[in-house]
């Protein structure tokens, strides 16, 4: 299980040095270290970098996007759609990331974990300040970042598989 879990931290901080976009790169990680694969899961990240869309102003894309994974493999299909009850395992193991995840960064808001890594934020948006991304590490920062998300999800899934 250890292996698994270092595997999908090891995967998440190369995904995101190599690839970029957190919520891609966490769910690419995650799903190899547990050798599965959902496309459609990994395409509906596409646009949750970066706190959404490339604006800082939400939660954090890996953090989103270890969600997505655990909401895949603990889901409500659409015919329970009307029972509340089914989501609360989804929501419960989703809380738990969340929970550990601010307790790591103190806050699941991306502007939030950038001040708190880096000292400030940066408008992906803007040439100037983007051309700073890459000069002031904020690659290395958001890979561990990435990485932990992996690793914090990959646990909570295999633990939550041991108990069935």
Partial sequence: MEDIINNAYELGQKY????????QS????????LGIWNE????????L???????GDGACGSLVGASMVISYLFPREKKDFK???KPMKAYRLVKKLHDQF???????????VQKNLMGRTYNMWDQKEYQEVI????????????????????KIILEEREKK
């Fill in 26 to 33: 966490v769910i690419a990680a995650i799903f190899d270290a």
């Fill in 83 to 85: 029972d509340m009850r």
């Fill in 49 to 55: 970098a970066d706190g959404l869309g490339l604006t």
């Fill in 102 to 112: 601010v307790e790591k960064y103190s806050s699941c808001r991306c502007h939030d």
């Fill in 40 to 47: 459609d899961v990994f395409k509906a990240a596409t646009g």
């Fill in 135 to 154: 000069s002031s590490n904020m690659m290395e920062h958001c890979s561990k970042v990435v990485g932990t998300a992996a690793r914090l999800t990959t």
């Fill in 16 to 23: 995101e040095k190599e690839c970029t976009g957190c919520a």
